[in-house]
């Protein structure tokens, strides 16, 4: 049986009840999920052939310490960098390193800030120059397929309806949305109660309610939705090698909706795409 309480009388970890915030946390999540935005931004002058994701990596850990924040992957679970960068066919969780970018690649980078005890965890994608149509298709499918989870949010609706949303469109556009992973509960810990699925029905999930924080992230796939993660336990690559795109929105339940607290200050929400 789902379990809902006062944030403020939870414990300090994931016991798979769902925490209501009230105000001060929201505000709290406004200037964490501000910052990584504003992060986001920046990247967005940085990507271009011949830049290497350990370059990324370190300007968002560096912006970060610049403005009081910790990079949130940095140490967790043994992971050692401050983002993800995940290019191509990969699908979540790829390191940093110093393999540089090439014309025509899109990338994904996540960056979660811990600000004042509170998360700001959001991803955008990137062309890496001048991209091919398939792959700029790929991008504007994926984004669309965010917006309309988001527009799915609202109190007494079960969560269920966002990854119905998201399922529908992206399976009309011909295109697959990866299972293995998932939206999550987020705000004093990292990753939090609910699970958010990308995919599924309307009657399925929990009730959404008024003062539940977490993201929505659809990774969407050109080809079949099959993943496997390498080696180094943490890049999850498709298995058909086909290109994979995902953004990343943490968002807030209100009265009558939501409030997206990681919206592109610059309006960047789609880095290299037309309004």
């Given amino acids: 049986m789902v379990t809902y309480l006062d944030a403020d009388a939870a414990p300090q970890r994931n016991t798979g009840q769902i925490r209501l915030y009230g105000p001060e946390a929201f505000e709290g999540m406004r200037k964490a999920c501000n910052l990584t935005a504003r992060c986001l931004d920046e990247l967005a002058g940085m990507v271009a052939p011949g830049v290497t994701t350990n370059a990324i990596d370190r300007f968002v850990f560096e912006f970060g310490m610049d403005h009081g924040a910790l990079p949130a992957t940095l140490n967790y679970r043994g992971y050692t960098k401050s983002t993800c960068t995940s290019i191509n066919h990969v699908v979540c969780h790829g390191i940093p390193d110093d393999k540089p970018l090439r014309e025509g690649d899109i990338v994904n980078i996540d960056v979660t800030y811990i600000l004042d005890g509170w998360h700001g ?47 529908t469109y992206a399976e009309s556009e011909r295109c697959s949305v990866v299972r293995d992973f998932c939206g999550h509960g987020v705000g004093r810990l990292f990753h939090d109660a609910p699970n958010i699925l990308h995919y599924g029905s309307p009657n399925e999930g929990v009730e959404m309610r008024e003062g539940m924080i977490f993201t929505i992230e659809p990774m969407i796939n050109l080809g079949r939705l099959h993943v496997k993660v390498l080696s180094d336990g943490w890049t999850a690559v498709t298995r058909d090698r086909s290109l994979s795109a995902q953004y990343e929105h943490t968002v807030g ?23």
Avoid at 124 to 132: C, D, E, L, N, S
């Fill in 121 to 167: 965890d959001s991803s955008r994608m990137y062309p890496v120059g001048q991209i091919k149509r398939a792959a700029e298709r790929l991008l504007e499918v994926t984004h669309e397929c965010l917006t309309r989870g988001i527009a799915a949010v609202k109190p007494g609706v079960r969560t269920g309806a966002i990854g119905a949303a998201i399922q």
């Fill in 253 to 275: 339940v209100t009265a009558d909706g939501c409030e997206v607290f990681t919206l592109s200050p610059a309006g960047l929400d789609r880095p290299g795409l037309a309004a």
